[in-house]
């Protein structure tokens, strides 16, 4: 079974700082997506950036990107110009591209991230 | 498009009752998931179903919990009897499932904050 882990309970960054979120993933699989979900306040789960295994180029959406290396089973999330909005939880998930697992997504237990003004 | 709608959004109930929970995913999705989201335990998937049937029931932690999809645009989660162990947030998400290494993008519901006295 797959399991993603997020060694970083709590961060907090200065707000325009940059700030890098981690995420380790244990798998035997060669094709796999990853995602960064955001959770603000309000609950609702966000889809933040998504990569796919067979990329080798890391995903970038506007000031979020990720730093995706597969032999390290490492998928990091980093945050530039980071604003106050961005305070959230931040969950990285991974989802299998073959079989019965492409549907199911596996969370980490999520880094909660504090912008300070 | 009005996204998955959750209902309600809040339930406070006392041990012993039965307690459902609503899901009305996106128009034209064919996969849904139930999650639970808990402090301790992060975000589980409970089961999730494909064209309306249910395909892995494994996360649903016991008999009192249930699950059903009687058509494309509603599903319904119910605990009966509930227990206080079982107030967590209850997400409902939907997809549309092309096949296993397609894009399958879950969207999320605003969640159910469920309070078991």
């Known amino acids: 079974a797959q399991t993603v882990t997020q060694s970083q309970p709590e961060m907090s960054v200065q707000e325009a700082e940059t700030v890098t979120l981690s995420c380790t993933y244990d798998?035997?699989?060669?094709?796999?997506?990853l995602f960064w979900y955001k959770q603000p306040p309000s609950r609702q789960m966000i889809l933040v950036i998504r990569?796919?295994?067979?990329?080798?180029q890391n995903a970038t959406e506007n000031r979020f990107s990720v730093n995706f290396q597969k032999a390290a089973k490492s998928f990091s999330l980093k945050i530039s110009d980071s604003q106050l909005g961005d305070a959230a939880m931040y969950f990285c998930?991974?989802?299998?591209?073959?079989?019965?697992?492409?549907?199911?997504?596996?969370f980490g237990k999520g880094t909660k991230l504090s912008v300070i003004p | 498009d009005a996204g998955v709608i959750q209902s309600p959004r809040h339930e406070v109930t006392e041990m012993g009752q039965e307690v459902t929970l609503r899901c009305k995913p996106i128009?034209?999705?064919?996969?849904l998931f139930w999650y639970r989201q808990t402090m301790m335990r992060g975000l589980e998937l409970l089961i999730y179903?494909?064209?309306?049937?249910?395909?892995?029931d494994s996360g649903m932690p016991e008999d009192r919990f249930s699950a059903k999809m009687p058509n494309a645009s509603f599903s319904t989660l119910k605990i009966q009897p509930s227990e206080p162990r079982d107030s967590a947030v209850y997400f409902c998400?939907?997809?549309?499932?092309?096949?296993?290494?397609?894009?399958?993008?879950?969207?999320f519901g605003p969640g159910t904050r469920l309070t078991v006295l």
């Open positions: 798998t035997s699989e060669s094709d796999y997506y």
């Open positions: 990569q796919e295994a067979y990329k080798q």
């Open positions: 998930a991974y989802r299998s591209a073959t079989g019965a697992g492409s549907y199911q997504l596996t």
């Open positions: 128009s034209g999705h064919n996969s």
């Open positions: 998400a939907s997809s549309f499932h092309l096949g296993a290494g397609s894009n399958n993008e879950q969207f």
């Open positions: 179903f494909n064209n309306n049937v249910p395909i892995d």
